[in-house]
Each structure stands twice: as C-alpha cells, then as structure tokens.
C-alpha cells in the first residue's frame, strides 16, 4: 500500500525545504536544518511515503526559523475566496453542460490546481481564471469514468478525500451534480483532522458551505495514512461502496490498498510525471481496482 520514496523524492524534499530556508539564515543555520531533515527522513519506515514527513517538517521549520505550523492559512483563505466568489458561475457552467457529472469532475480536478505546497511558488488565481475558461475541454480516461458512473450508479455510499483549501469548494460542485444523478447515493466528506500545508479542514469545509456529513482523517499528515487514521475515517474508508481520492498526496498514501478507491488529480511532481507518464499538471483519473 502507498508510494514509498524513492531518490526522486528523496532529492525534491530537500530540495524544496532547503530553497524555503536558505533566505531565512546563513549556510551554517541551513546545514544544520539539512541534517535534522535527513534524521526525519531516516525515523520513517522505508515504505513511507512522503506525506509521512510533512508533521516533523512543520514543527521543524517552527522550532529552528519561528514559521507558523499554519504557514499557508492566507493562501488557503484567498482559495476559499476565489472559488467562493465564482461558485455560482461554476456551478452554472457545469450545469448547463452536456454531461454535468462529467463537467463536476473536470472542475473539481482543475481545482486541484490550488496546491501551494507541491506547486511552491508557482500557483497563480489569474492563471487558474484563465484554466477555468477552458476546464471542460479538459481530457480524461473515457474507460475509468465509464466504470466510476458504473460503480456510482450501484453504490449507496460515496467518500469523498478532499485534499486542498479553495479545492474543496470545486469539490462542493461535483458532489452537488452526483446527488442530482444518484438521489440515493450517501456522500460523506473527510477531510484532514489538522493543518496540513494548505490542506482542507473542517473549517475550510465550513468556509465554503460544503452541505454533506464532514469528517477528519484524524492526522495531519497529507493524504490518508491507512495506518494512522481516526476511527471514525477508518470506519468509513472499510465501509463505503466507493471512495473519490482527489489530489497525489492522497494517490501516494492509499495506491495498492485494494479499495474502489478512484484518484483524482493534476500531475505536480517528477515522480508522478514518470508513473503516470503525463507532463507536467495533466489531469488523471486512474481507478485502485483493474477492470472485471
């Protein structure tokens, strides 16, 4: 279960948590943060994968550099904002389409977009309005989301893992639509059970009026940690018909679980351009389970 690290991430992890420091102290600060990153990296299992990282990342950058353990909370308020601010025009662009389902889903994918953390420094909300204009000539596996309306159409219960902040209200749209197409179908939202990066919480999910049950994965790590997971997320991962997983951090914590899980993504790392063999943010839509 789950994407171990490999040197790929090895060398972005450092990468990415060093370029973050280097501005902040002089080299011999950032040579002893380096190491202290290496001791992290070393306390974990060789099978976790990333996300494993970002609670003892956190509390080391607060203990050696004073940087909130909530260091994206303005990006994630501008993302509640923005996706606020035009919730009604996409929920009318998605309506009005010919497949509204599928129309929910190419939006809560570009929404996906929304990762300040993976795309460090680079997101842009004029780019995003820009991709918005776009989001439903957006291309996905025609078979996959054959088999999830397949699944969708059986099922009485739907989890939805959310990933970011300003996401989740993309996400809103699609599970709006899903409930227009499956009047039966029980939609439960989780989210993470504490800041992790410019993640979704439960005041996020408040913050953009999310109208579903909202739970917590109990951890703040990144994704859903099988092995870490409250009772209440546990429960529900064992027991619902179909799981919708947006985001990587949560493809890299549940792939190989065995689940109806369907991943839901834009492609924002090395690692997943070479998995997936997609460039750079190509949307995905794999599914856990091989067709039978």
Not at 39 to 65: D, I, T, W
Not at 85 to 95: K, S
Not at 100 to 128: C, T
Not at 173 to 183: G, H, I, M, S
Request: charged letters at 25%; glycine letters at 8%; one cysteine or more.
């Amino acid at each position: 279960m789950s994407i171990p690290m490999d040197t790929q991430c090895i060398q972005c992890f450092l990468r990415r948590n060093l370029e973050l420091v280097r501005p902040l102290g002089d080299e011999a600060k950032s040579t002893a943060f380096a190491r202290e990153l290496m001791h992290l990296m070393l306390s974990q299992p060789e099978s976790a994968p990333s996300p494993y990282l970002g609670p003892g990342v956190s509390e080391l950058l607060n203990r050696m550099y004073g940087l909130p353990i909530d260091r994206f909370r303005e990006e994630k308020l501008q993302s509640n904002r923005f996706v606020l601010e035009r919730l009604d025009a996409i929920r009318e662009t998605v309506r009005s389409a010919r497949d509204p389902v599928l129309a929910g889903l190419q939006m809560a994918i570009l929404g996906n977009y929304l990762d300040f953390s993976a795309l460090q420094g680079k997101v842009s909300f004029g780019e995003l309005e820009n991709m918005l204009r776009s989001a439903l000539e957006m291309e996905l596996d025609a078979d996959t989301y054959r088999r999830l309306r397949r699944d969708l159409e059986q099922a009485k219960t739907l989890l939805y893992l959310t990933d970011n902040a300003g996401e989740i209200g993309f996400d809103r749209v699609l599970a709006e639509e899903l409930t227009r197409a499956y009047p039966r179908l029980s939609i439960t939202f989780c989210v993470r059970g504490g800041i992790a990066a410019n993640d979704a919480t439960r005041e996020d999910a408040a913050a953009v009026g999310i109208p579903f049950p909202v739970i917590d994965s109990g951890s703040t790590i990144a994704g859903t940690p099988l092995d870490r997971l409250g009772a209440e997320a546990d429960r529900a991962i064992r027991e619902s018909d179909v799981i919708l997983a947006k985001g990587m951090a949560n493809t890299e914590t549940m792939l190989g679980c065995g689940y109806n899980v369907y991943y839901a993504f834009l492609v924002k790392c090395p690692r997943f351009v070479e998995r997936f063999g997609k460039p750079m943010l190509t949307p995905i839509l794999a599914a856990e389970r091989a067709e039978g």
